[in-house]
Structures are given as C-alpha cells and as structure tokens.
T-cell receptor, first 114, second 110 residues
C-alpha cells in the first residue's frame, strides 16, 4: 500500500514566520507534488519534482519554495508566511510513466496564518 | 492551459444511480482521472481513462469522449458513504501534471 505522510495535520503560524511543511513517501516514487486546496478554487499545483534536487513551478508558486534532497522527502517552504497562505496543503506522489502515474495523496496539513 | 468544468453540487437518494459530468478544454490531453474526497480527508483515486469508452470498476464507472472533451463518473447503488466531493482531473501531455476541476459535492440522502 502506498503511504504518503505529512509532518502535521494542523499548524498555526504568525505572519512573517518561516514555515516548513514536510512530506514523506515510502513507495520509491520518482514524482512528488505540492498542492493547496481552498473552497471554491479546488486543488491548485504549487510545485512539483521529478527527481532528487529537481523542481518545477506549478500554477501558483509565488511565495513558496521547495526542497528535494532525498527521493522520499519533498518539503514546501513558506519563506515569510502571510494570511492569504492560510489553506489546506496536500502532498502527492506517483511513479514515473504514462500509465503508472496515478497520484497518491497524503492526509493534508491545515495551515492557519494569523 | 486547461479549463475543467463540473457541477458544484448534486443530490441523490440511497440506492439510486447518479452521473457526474466533467467537460474540459486542454492544449495537450494525456488522460483523465476521477478522485473521491471525503470531508477533511485526502483525495483517493477512483478511475483513469485515456482512450474513448467506458471503464467499469464495481459500482463506479467512468466514460471518456476525447473528441467532445467530455467525461462522466457513474455511481450505481448509491450508499450513504458515497457522500463526498468528486474531483475530475486532466493530465497534461508535456509534464504529466494534473489540473483539477473544482469538484462536485454529492449528497446522498436516505
């Protein structure tokens, strides 16, 4: 069974703080993704990575950065948190390949920025 | 880019059949996924279509017409636990990333 875990289910931070969201998968997946989910807007892709030390911008990368130092771990960084980054953050992973790249999601981190 | 449309909400009765539609416009189509998401939980994979036609998996089926930019998810013998949000997602040909629709909230009543 694919297991994607995220470091926290709930997180409360203050405006201006640096925030790290961690995601770990145990299925040796090459691809990893970070999304945010907001009511009325759906899931939106922030960043993704196809390999260690590799990253690509998604649809809404502004205000975020990522790090992938090991294959199983993909971190999302909010350099200076703002209230408009209050959201549910979801990490996903998948194998590489056109018929095998179903994305599997972690449980999500609900971040509140005060 | 991708543009994906699905109804915001639907209601149905336990034991009935419901069809959730999804239309898309895309610059590079490479497959369509359906996910289920219960409130407060992560999305879970339901089905995948890349060729035209119907894919059946138990009570759930998904249909794709690439020429019409159209898919539907069919849920039979509805159960209360099927109350959830259903997300349609289109895969991009170049990067294999997914673009999600805003989701359809399905409420199943007794």
């Amino acid at each position: 069974d694919v297991k994607v875990t995220q470091s926290s289910r709930y997180l409360v931070k203050r405006t201006g703080e640096k925030v790290f969201l961690e995601c770990v998968q145990d299925m040796d997946h090459e691809n990893m993704f970070w999304y945010r989910q907001d009511p009325g807007l759906g899931l939106r892709l922030i960043y993704f990575s196809y390999d260690v030390k590799m990253k690509e911008k998604g649809d809404i990368p502004e205000g975020y950065s990522v790090s992938r130092e090991k294959k199983e771990r993909f971190s999302l960084i909010l350099e200076s948190a703002s209230t408009n980054q209050t959201s549910m953050y979801l990490c996903a992973s998948s194998l590489r390949g056109p018929r095998t790249d179903t994305q599997y999601f972690g449980p999500g981190t609900r971040l509140t920025v005060l | 880019g991708q543009n994906i449309d699905q109804p915001t909400e639907m209601t149905a009765t336990e034991g009935a059949i419901v069809q959730i539609n999804c239309t898309y416009q895309t610059s590079g189509f490479n497959g369509l996924f359906w996910y289920q998401q219960h409130a407060g939980e992560a999305p879970t994979f339901l089905s995948y279509n890349v060729l035209d036609g119907l894919e059946e998996k138990g009570r759930f089926s998904s249909f794709l017409s690439r020429s019409k930019g159209y898919s539907y998810l069919l849920l039979k013998e509805l159960q209360m636990k099927d109350s959830a949000s259903y997300l349609c997602a289109v895969r991009d040909r170049r990067y294999s990333t997914l673009t999600f629709g805003k989701g359809t909230m399905l409420l199943v009543s007794p």
